[in-house]
């Protein structure tokens, strides 16, 4: 439920799970792992980079529940 919320009014809003498996998650993408941030780094050719940014304010908007 929350991606769902979180590509909402995207070009991504009526895909269905094998389109979004295959665009966004098949990314080539460096991750990094620290104490306190997981920090992903993309290519900046990446044809989804709108989509994602909008994805990581609306993710980061939820409060902390812990």
């Known amino acids: 439920m929350l991606f769902v919320n979180t590509v909402k ?6 895909a269905t799970v094998g389109r979004i ?3 966004l ?3 080539g993408a460096r991750i990094k792992i620290s104490c306190r941030r997981i920090i ?3 290519a900046s050719a990446c044809p989804y ?3 994602l940014s909008i994805a990581n ?5 939820i409060p902390n529940t812990g």
Not at 57 to 61: C, G, H, N
Request: aromatic content about 0%; overall charge positive.
């Open 40 to 42: 992903i780094a993309i």
């Open 57 to 61: 304010k609306r993710i980061k908007t």
């Open 49 to 51: 980079q709108d989509i």
């Open 25 to 27: 998650l098949k990314l």
């Open 9 to 14: 009014k995207t070009s991504l809003a009526k």
């Open 21 to 23: 498996r295959l665009n």
